[in-house]
Nanobody, 119 residues
Framework: QVQPVESGGGLVQAGGSLRLSCAAS????????MGWYRQAPGKQRELVAT???????NYADSVKGRFTISRDNAKNTVSLQMNSLKPEDTAVYYC?????????????WGQGTQVTVSS
């Protein structure tokens, strides 16, 4: 089992910045991709950004150029730097940790952290 724990959410004005962090504990060997997802009220959970074990990144079009994902493999952490925040970025942000397991993968989700951007 892997336990991801998010931190860093909060309330910020439009144009401001926040940094989210996620620390993985438990069975942290064989961690593969790490990522951030978000879910706004009444909407489905969507991908925000992912980063592979080798450092390759992928971003949703809506956050490209504003958000930056990074990871520290030694500490089993993944971070999301969010700049130029917009009201439409308001959502609960979830960390997802993927671990290799046999010939496949297991996904572990954090509890989520609220990000609210006021206009």
């Amino acid at each position: 089992q892997v336990q991801p724990v998010e931190s860093g959410g909060g309330l910020v004005q439009a144009g401001g910045s926040l940094r989210l962090s996620c620390a993985a504990s438990g069975s942290t060997f064989n961690i593969n991709a790490m990522g951030w997802y978000r879910q706004a009220p009444g909407k489905q959970r969507e991908l925000v950004a992912t980063i592979s074990s080798g450092g390759s990144t992928n971003y949703a079009d809506s956050v490209k150029g504003r958000f930056t994902i990074s990871r520290d493999n030694a500490k089993n952490t993944v971070s999301l730097q969010m700049n130029s925040l917009k009201p439409e970025d308001t959502a609960v942000y979830y960390c997802k940790i993927q671990r290799r397991y046999g010939l496949g993968y297991l996904d572990y989700w954090g509890q989520g952290t609220q990000v609210t951007v006021s206009s």
